[in-house]
């Protein structure tokens, strides 16, 4: 049974850096079959994909236009694990962060928990 | 990018009705569609992938049809449990975008 834990900081402030990270188990990071993703979930925005990174061969990543240019997901193959780097944030980045992971193309049937992320000075 | 529009946007229903949720496509989507369900506090909750194949573990009265642009989340006999709200997303290529959700509440 894959299980997806998020950790990290519920309070950003304004221009700041928010680092979430998603510990995995029953799977592994490198499964040729998977990909790795972010999505958030605000009352204005509704659920919003982030990005995602997989693993081919190579590692790709592809992100949302909406946070291209500040958004960083990384694999960590060493712990099983990824991470969502998200920066400058501000009020409107406010929202519920969710890691997930989707199988052959099929959706999300794996979800995090969720981490309450509010930008706040 | 392609735009995922639901409707309705909410709708009370009773007790053992037929509830029927629509989802368009601004563009073809290769029938990749997946419904969610989620309820208040919690996490989505995979229903549906590929506009029809029902997740392992969901009760048969919740169906998926369409084709094209064109799709459908079908409730058979409306249950207490199922109050919640309903998203489809497109799963064939990224942008992986979500619909704006139905919320399904009894009457």
């Known amino acids: 049974q894959v299980q997806l834990q998020q950790s990290g900081p519920g309070l950003v402030k304004p221009s700041q850096t928010l680092s979430l990270t998603c510990d995995i188990s029953g799977d592994v990071i490198s499964n040729n079959d998977a990909t790795w993703n972010w999505i958030r979930q605000s009352p204005s925005r509704g659920l919003e994909w982030l990005g995602r990174?997989?693993?081919?061969?190579?590692?790709?990543?592809d992100y949302a236009v909406s946070v291209r240019g500040r958004i960083t997901i990384s694999p960590d193959t060493s712990k099983n694990q990824f991470s969502l780097q998200l920066n400058a944030m501000t009020p409107e980045d406010t929202a519920v962060y969710y890691c997930a992971r989707e199988l052959h193309l099929s959706g999300f049937p794996y979800w995090g928990q969720g981490t309450l992320v509010t930008v706040s000075s | 990018d392609i735009q995922m529009t639901q409707s309705p946007s909410s709708l009370s229903a009773s007790v053992g009705d037929r509830v029927t949720i629509t989802c368009r496509a601004s563009?073809?989507?290769?029938?990749?569609l997946a419904w969610y369900q989620q309820k208040p506090g919690k996490v989505p909750k995979l229903l549906i992938h590929?506009?029809?194949t029902l997740q392992s573990g969901v009760p048969p009265r919740f169906s998926g049809s369409g084709s094209g642009t064109d799709f459908t989340l079908t409730i058979n006999s409306l249950q207490p449990e199922d109050v919640a709200t309903y998203y489809c997303q497109r799963h064939n290529n990224v942008p992986l975008t979500f619909g704006g959700g139905t919320k399904v509440e009894i009457k």
């Open positions: 990174t997989y693993y081919r061969s190579y590692w790709y990543n």
């Open positions: 590929s506009t029809s």
């Open positions: 563009q073809g989507i290769d029938n990749r």
